[in-house]
């Protein structure tokens, strides 16, 4: 009778032990990686609350910013820039693009305030006159000078905003992966959260998946010296 009893709990704790492990499994579809740092310190800390409150006024932290080093001031830089304006401005996570190529530039004049685009829309690809023209502008522009284009002229920014209710990690995602696709012979740098987020992320995951395997490994060899046999090293392992 003992036998019998010991024989059918050893079953139901088996049982019981293997279903929740299946319903841990069926979890994990819901876990996510949080690559906003700033959820990991205090929130009711006051330099937190005000970094909060300033992200939330000024959209701080839905910006996103691309820097596209290389030969910006050539027909061909403009045009590579043009189109990856364009590009950037098609997708629906972002609220606002600006660049180079999209820009507009007040100017004083006789008859009163003149806007007009930096660079046309109907002049691109540009001349190497215009390139020339442009590049010794904005040299001189305080709006833009050392903002939109580094001082020796061989750098630019593209500066992105996150739409209000989109993730800005899957934001983020969908910007590098099309600044990717269309940055031509332009070296790139990323910057501002949305991006951050991205690499983050990839750190973790990355680092999940290296650590993960050795950490499996560690705990296999310790249940291997504890018990001796296969199923002392499987069974564990498996819940």
Not at 25 to 47: T, W
Not at 72 to 101: N, R
Not at 178 to 205: A, C, H, S, W
Request: with cysteine.
């Amino acid at each position: 009778m003992l036998d019998f009893i010991v024989d059918r709990g050893k079953w139901i704790v088996i049982g019981v032990v293997v279903l929740f492990s299946i319903v841990a499994v069926l979890s994990l579809a819901k876990l996510r990686v949080e690559s906003d740092m700033v959820q990991y310190l205090p929130q009711n800390e006051p330099v937190v609350q005000t970094f909060n409150k300033i992200s939330e006024d000024f959209e701080g932290s839905s910006v996103a910013m691309i820097s596209l080093e290389g030969d910006v001031f050539t027909p061909e830089g403009i045009a590579a820039i043009a189109e990856l304006t364009k590009a950037l401005e098609g997708l629906s996570e972002l609220s606002m693009v600006m660049s180079l190529t999209s820009a507009v530039d007040a100017k004083s004049t006789e008859w009163g305030l003149e806007i007009n685009r930096l660079v046309p829309e109907d002049s691109i690809p540009p001349s190497k006159e215009f390139c020339e023209r442009l590049k010794a502008y904005l040299s001189t522009s305080d709006l833009y000078k050392d903002v939109l284009i580094s001082k020796d002229g061989r750098a630019t920014l593209i500066v992105c905003r996150v739409a209000d209710g989109v993730d800005r990690a899957k934001a983020g995602e969908k910007v590098r992966e099309v600044v990717e696709q269309r940055k031509g012979k332009f070296k790139v740098y990323y910057g501002g959260m949305p991006l951050q987020m991205v690499f983050i992320n990839e750190l973790i995951v990355g680092d999940l998946g290296t650590l993960m395997p050795i950490a499996a490994l560690v705990l296999a060899f310790v249940l291997l010296v504890s018990f001796r046999n296969v199923q002392g090293v499987v069974f564990p392992l498996l819940t």
